[in-house]
């Protein structure tokens, strides 16, 4: 550090000059704090592994060196990356399978098979995202299962590696990367969004680096995330068998890179995600040992039109939208959970809300709980629990079709509903006063809790007093199940709150569901089974 004598630098205090040493010291510690206030600001971003497909390779392939009689599976992913100012993807996938196994016969043990729940667009829907909302895609390398789909994404700033960049350009157009090399070569739109990186910070909180070895540009990109620094390594390293036993892939431009490049991962992850193992949806996002990652069914037990009023608190609209009614089961542990038990007395409910629901619910005989469920093979009597939202009739008043279930209710919504706050009359529906009659130990109040090992219920208020919601633990990472809080997507994703008495809570709610997880499900979107085909909700693959 230079310091000119004429420089004066004066305490605010005493207005007498700092002495050098004062003046070192000071700028020390402001470069202290700036640092930290830099690395305070990094986001923690989430990464979600979205496969884009899945193959089988030779093992020659798979490993330097490796047993060509061996057989590998390999996947294809996107990665989406969220927490930033705007959605990023790592590498934009592949959209013409045939073409990749025509280019790639050499190399395929057997062909990519590809279904439409994968595309890159299919698997954006989840998280109510299209190609036009992501902002930033980072390429690992011009490999046509990386690149196939770049153009699809056409708001987004794209990162290619300044070496992989200028190795493409020097050469031939290849099978690989042609169309796109030409597009972003000659294409103004294309040209004005594409930046080339080195080893640098991209964006706050995320890293680029050169690793080459795959192909000679080929870079990773080190992203923090509350588990600490994750590594997206590209082809380089595409098993994890790569990194752990430190043995390249069989298909590189530099055997030596290839070494290099994982010494230089081992030392700047903390989580490695190598690009094509079928194993990082069980590994990912992190889970204590042995635990039970679940998926969520979402199974419609009728539907209705509501007007607009209720859906949104921002409008007086008497126009109606469809509202599905769904229960949901959540499957994966020693036997199934229900969350919510759908209505059932459905003309009961529907004359009771017949001003702002015209027509009331329709339910088709098939549609009925227990009819439902069975089509499903879900037996009532082998459900372990049955989670309530909030105790309104088309949400919990068919308990006693589950005989062996406890009742899991929030405290505060019980006392309200029971009259044991207020002075107000019991309003629990006869049926389920018989059920807890027959079974009081049934019955399981709960504030914030663990229900079982990975399934957490939380308070939210908001629709009702004590109206909670269902944090699960998925292959996909976590989901909330929100209950009437969040009625549609576009209340949580357009952030306009349903119909309430205090709009306040409504939105900390959401804010609050908003802090746990990027994948909510609301309580009546018929979306729901366009985004999740199957309604199979937190699963790493696509039905």
């Known amino acids: 550090m230079t310091v000119r004598k004429e420089t004066r630098v004066f305490n605010t205090i005493t207005r007498e000059p700092y002495s050098l040493m004062s003046r070192l010291v000071l700028a020390g510690v402001v470069i202290c704090l700036m640092i930290g206030q830099m690395a305070a600001a990094a986001p923690k971003y989430r990464i979600y592994p979205l496969r884009n497909g899945i193959c089988k390779i030779a093992g020659n392939h798979a490993y330097y060196q490796g047993d060509s009689n061996e057989t590998y599976d390999f996947a294809l992913y996107i990665w989406l990356i969220l927490g930033g100012d705007k959605p990023i993807l790592v590498d934009a996938g592949l959209s013409d399978v045939n073409e990749m196994n025509r280019g ?143 043995i390249p892939l069989g298909i590189f431009s530099d055997r030596e890179e290839c070494m290099a490049a994982i010494k230089k991962i081992r030392e700047r992850a903390d989580i490695v995600l190598p690009s094509h193992d079928p194993g990082t949806l069980d590994r990912w996002p992190p889970a204590p040992k042995n635990a039970i990652k679940y998926t969520i069914r979402a199974i419609k037990v009728g539907q209705c039109e509501v007007r607009d009023y209720i859906t949104f608190q921002d409008t007086d609209s ?94 505060l919504e019980y006392k309200e509903t029971t009259g044991q706050t207020g002075g107000g009359r019991n309003r629990l529906a006869a049926d389920v006063r018989k059920a807890l009659d027959k079974r009081p130990d049934a019955l399981q109040l709960a504030d914030e809790e663990e229900v079982v090992p990975g399934v957490r219920v939380f308070p939210l208020g908001c629709h009702s007093s004590g109206s909670q919601g269902i944090l699960v633990r998925t292959q996909m990472g976590p989901v909330v199940i929100a209950g009437d809080v969040v009625y549609k997507y576009e209340n949580i994703e357009k952030d306009r709150p349903g119909r309430s008495p205090n709009e306040r809570v409504c939105r900390e709610a959401m804010a609050s569901i908003r802090s746990l997880t990027d994948i909510v499900l609301p309580a009546h979107d018929p979306l729901t089974l366009k985004r999740w085909p199957g309604g199979i909700i937190g699963a790493g693959t696509a039905p």
């Open 318 to 411: 008497e126009q109606t939208s469809t509202y599905y009614l769904y229960i949901w089961v959540i499957e994966g542990g020693p036997k199934p959970i229900v969350v919510d038990t759908g209505p059932k007395n459905p003309e009961e409910f529907s004359k009771s809300t017949a001003k702002y629901i015209p027509g009331g619910v329709v339910q088709l005989p098939e549609e009925r709980t227990i009819r439902a469920l069975k089509r499903h093979g879900i037996d009532p009597a082998d459900v372990s629990h049955v989670i309530i939202t909030h105790l309104h009739p088309d949400h919990y008043d068919y308990f006693d079709a589950f005989p062996n279930a406890r009742f899991v209710v929030n405290r």
């Open 104 to 246: 790639a016969a050499h190399v395929l043990r057997e062909p990519i098979t590809q279904n439409k729940n994968e595309s890159g667009t299919a698997q954006l829907r989840k998280f109510g995202l299209t190609p036009d909302d992501i902002g930033h895609v980072f390429i690992t390398h011009l490999h046509f299962d990386h690149v196939d789909d770049l153009l699809n994404y056409r708001n987004a700033k794209v990162y290619i590696g300044k070496k992989e960049w200028e190795m493409a350009t020097t050469a031939a157009p290849t099978w690989g990367h042609g169309k796109i090399m030409h597009e972003f070569s000659n294409t103004p739109s294309c040209r004005k969004r594409l930046v080339l990186v080195e080893d640098q910070e991209i964006l706050p909180g995320i890293e680029s680096f050169w690793v080459g070895g795959h192909t000679p540009g080929s870079m990773a990109y080190r992203v923090n995330t509350a588990h600490g620094k994750a590594v997206l390594t590209g082809d380089t390293i595409s098993l994890l068998g790569n990194f752990e036993r430190n």
